[in-house]
């Protein structure tokens, strides 16, 4: 999906190259919306905050999928609502949005390509919306772990990323890191949490 969606927009009107580094906002809640972005390397994470200051992760972005906000932004022709930030170097393509209007119109591969891809981004917020409504938050902590953990166990992650992670309060994440670094599953250091006991986390990850 993703050499299609490249491969068509290169031939869109006004499509231009586009890298970010590691860290950098490409969009905040409010920003008017520049174009739709054809990623070809890298990963954006896209967070929604409350009027008190949480924060969730929505969905990441990655080659071959498309950031639901900017496809609602450019659609609907209105502001960003969340934040996107760059976690992994990325090398895009921006279309802009009269061209991507064309794209839309007139070729059937990248229409079918993008509308696909909303298809399966709304599977994600599907499952995110289950998590939140019907999973505990030991298990939400141990699932975001094994997939923040590298080879060697290490996830470099604060208490206050993990809870932006699942959508809890930064407290009641501490909380449960504490205890689970009691009970021997984890050890704690600042900005970095390791796995000690890798089968006993992936079983609390598990927990029907």
Same mark, same amino acid.
């Given at each position: #999906?993703?050499? !299609?969606?490249?491969?068509?927009?290169?031939?869109?009107?006004?499509?231009?190259?586009?890298?970010?580094?590691?860290?950098?906002?490409?969009?905040?809640?409010?920003?008017?919306?520049?174009?739709?972005?054809?990623?070809?390397?890298?990963? /954006?994470?896209?967070?929604?905050?409350?009027?008190?200051?949480?924060? /969730? *992760?929505?969905?990441?972005?990655?080659?071959?999928? /498309?950031?639901?906000?900017?496809?609602?932004? @450019?659609?609907?022709? !209105?502001?960003?609502?969340?934040?996107? *930030?760059?976690?992994?170097?990325?090398?895009?393509?921006?279309?802009?949005?009269?061209?991507?209007?064309?794209? #839309?119109?007139?070729?059937?591969?990248?229409?079918?390509?993008?509308?696909?891809?909303?298809?399966?981004?709304?599977?994600?917020?599907?499952?995110? *919306?289950?998590? @939140?409504?019907?999973?505990?938050?030991?298990? !939400?902590?141990?699932?975001?772990?094994?997939?923040?953990?590298?080879?060697?166990?290490?996830?470099? *992650?604060?208490?206050?990323?993990?809870?932006?992670?699942?959508?809890?309060?930064?407290?009641?994440?501490?909380? @449960?890191?504490?205890? #689970?670094?009691?009970?021997?599953?984890?050890?704690?250091?600042?900005?970095?949490?390791?796995?000690?006991?890798?089968?006993? @986390?992936?079983?609390?990850?598990?927990?029907?």
């Amino acid at each position: #999906m993703v050499n !299609r969606m490249v491969s068509n927009a290169e031939k869109a009107q006004g499509v231009r190259p586009m890298r970010a580094g590691v860290g950098d906002r490409l969009f905040r809640s409010g920003d008017p919306c520049p174009g739709f972005l054809a990623l070809e390397r890298g990963s /954006i994470k896209v967070t929604i905050s409350s009027a008190s200051g949480r924060e /969730i *992760v929505l969905y990441r972005v990655q080659p071959g999928e /498309i950031c639901l906000q900017t496809f609602t932004c @450019l659609v609907q022709h !209105r502001a960003y609502g969340a934040e996107g *930030v760059v976690e992994e170097a990325i090398e895009a393509l921006l279309i802009p949005p009269g061209a991507f209007d064309q794209l #839309m119109i007139n070729d059937t591969a990248f229409r079918s390509a993008v509308m696909n891809s909303v298809a399966e981004r709304f599977v994600d917020f599907e499952r995110t *919306v289950e998590a @939140l409504a019907f999973t505990g938050l030991e298990q !939400r902590v141990a699932t975001a772990l094994v997939r923040l953990i590298d080879g060697d166990g290490l996830a470099r *992650v604060t208490h206050e990323d993990l809870a932006i992670e699942i959508g809890s309060a930064r407290e009641a994440v501490s909380r @449960l890191l504490s205890t #689970m670094a009691k009970q021997g599953i984890l050890a704690l250091s600042r900005g970095r949490v390791q796995v000690l006991r890798r089968a006993a @986390l992936q079983r609390l990850a598990d927990e029907v």
